[in-house]
């Protein structure tokens, strides 16, 4: 059901508008001021990230897909016939064709994204690609628990999350993601994950800081989107990008530093700026393959194969479900 409030302004909004004022509000509010990475993905910050995975400094799409692409034959094998594929965001076609491709066992192909916009697009190139395969999307915030559609019935199923999305969330974030995925995919499922590896510091800051500035357009994008959607009035020329490599937290961090004092309106409040201060908009977690494997244990993932480079930039993790999980 679609709940349409009307805000004082007499403008009608969506309950997805809600959540992402409401957000907003709360993130802007707080201290650190902090916004959801997920809100980066609209029409324009979806097609920014694309541009972000073929730049030079951006490794972990370039070697994840090289790493797909040379053990696909061995995933494949791994699939159960007749599965059906759940896959946790739906914006890397092409490494969902490499996987689908070596497994034409599989029947049916459930990709699960936040932008219905996006993921109609995706879902009719796919299907005019694989007629035969079957293909039933699913809008959903897979950040939270949600409906798979009922017509699946009791075929086995496996999760593909690709792009170390994971790394996104908060190490108890994760857990429970990777709890809920367990509950929602069965027991003995297979779950096939994309991790991007600790590696040296210098390696990891450039992919987020690139020469031609696009991470730095993306970051800003959130801004934009806010004075498009919430009646932000965000001077972007008063914002930078910055990316920097967190040692002790294992993770990229990206900020949006204000460039003076300032205040800006938004969702019909003002929010106060120090010179310097931030917005965290992001965190990229990076894990080490037994830190990973460990945190997968402790949600209900047992271990299987691991496929890594020859540079050990990028892993691709087959966990197991252990059997009974507890749902969260
Ligand atoms: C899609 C979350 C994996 O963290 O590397 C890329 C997003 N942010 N550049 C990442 C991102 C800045 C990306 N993930």
Known sequence: MSIVVR??????ISD??????DDVVAGLQAEPKRLPPKYFYDQAGSELFQ??????EYYPTRIETGILEAHAGEIAKLLPHDATVVEFGAGSSAKTRILLRAAPHVSTYVPVDISGEFLAAETVRLQQDMPDLR???VEADFTRPFLLPAELGNRPRVGFFPGSTIGNFEPH???TMLRHAAAMLGPGALFIIGVDLVKEADVLTSAYNDEAGVTAAFNLNLLTRINRELGGEFNLAGFRHRACYNQQQCRIEMHLVSLARQKVRACGKSFDFRRGETIHTENSYKYTIESFRSHARGAGWGNGAVFVDAQNYFSVHALRAKGVVKAV
């Open 7 to 12: 805000t004082p302004r007499g403008v009608a």
């Open 16 to 21: 997805a508008e809600r959540a992402f004022s």
């Open 51 to 56: 541009r972000i995975t073929t730049l030079p």
């Open 135 to 137: 293909v039933l999307p």
């Open 173 to 175: 974030e994760a857990n």
